[in-house]
């Protein structure tokens, strides 16, 4: 097959499989193809024009790449065929990326888990990925929500970040507040969530900006 045939081909495919909610190929092959594609049409930016898709949406599919062979094998037959997940656990290691994907595939979690198991793997690697799995399902049991926002470095004084989220969702409305890395992790009831929220419309501002003038507030205490 002639070079510019060959890309034509992997352009359809590309075209036809990110357009269609049932993608007709696997998750591999239009990694393959958008690999193929990107390098003769010269860069992922002139590609993404050609499809009319934007570049993260391409490094997205592209992610397939940093799965281990175990892991993309199951993707390459389709017992896994979310993009959202591949890339989320693409960003694990190997171990933890088989693990994961075991479940995925045995329906022991949802899709829709993964991103916060992700997180709470990435940012807790002390644990092992099934602890941190069962932690999450407990916290699904009484209805936790999560937020997880970045706090400079140098911050510290969890007790004080605390103590501020108290006075806005209640006492008893925190499960957990976690600080690592430059990374805050709050875990609180849906009450407490609701209250959140609605003290961020008070400040008509969005939920990240609220947070960073909570820490700013604080990190400028004496």
């Known amino acids: 097959m002639k070079p510019d045939r060959k890309l034509e081909k992997a352009l359809s495919l590309i075209i036809v499989c990110t357009r269609r909610i049932n993608r007709p190929k696997d998750l591999v092959t239009l990694a393959e193809n958008i690999s193929f594609?990107?390098?003769?049409?010269?860069?992922?930016?002139?590609?993404?024009?050609?499809?009319?898709?934007?570049?993260?949406?391409?490094?997205?599919?592209l992610s397939v790449a940093d799965l281990c062979p175990e892991v993309k094998e199951l993707v390459g037959k389709r017992a896994i065929d979310s993009v959202d997940v591949v890339k989320t656990?693409?960003?694990?290691?190997?171990?933890?990326?088989?693990?994961?994907?075991?479940?995925?595939?045995?329906?022991?979690?949802?899709?829709?888990?993964?991103?916060?198991?992700?997180?709470?793997?990435?940012?807790?690697?002390?644990?092992?990925?099934?602890?941190?799995?069962?932690?999450?399902e407990k916290s699904k049991d009484v209805r936790l929500y999560v937020a997880e926002f970045r706090v400079p470095i140098s911050f510290k004084d969890k007790i004080s970040l605390r103590k501020e989220f108290e006075a806005i969702v209640g006492k008893g409305q925190i499960s957990k507040l976690e600080l690592e890395q430059g990374v805050a992790?709050?875990?609180?009831?849906?009450?407490?969530?609701?209250?959140?929220?609605?003290?961020v419309q008070k400040r008509q501002m969005t939920l990240k900006?609220?947070?960073?003038?909570?820490?700013s507030e604080l990190g400028g205490r004496k």
């Open 37 to 61: 594609a990107k390098k003769n049409v010269g860069g992922i930016e002139k590609l993404a024009k050609e499809v009319k898709l934007s570049v993260q949406q391409l490094k997205d599919f």
């Open 89 to 136: 656990i693409s960003k694990l290691s190997v171990k933890k990326q088989k693990i994961l994907a075991d479940y995925i595939v045995k329906g022991k979690i949802a899709s829709k888990d993964v991103r916060v198991i992700t997180s709470f793997a990435k940012r807790f690697t002390d644990r092992s990925i099934e602890k941190v799995i069962r932690d999450y």
């Open 185 to 199: 992790v709050l875990e609180m009831t849906s009450l407490g969530y609701k209250r959140l929220r609605e003290s």
């Open 209 to 215: 900006k609220f947070i960073a003038s909570i820490v």
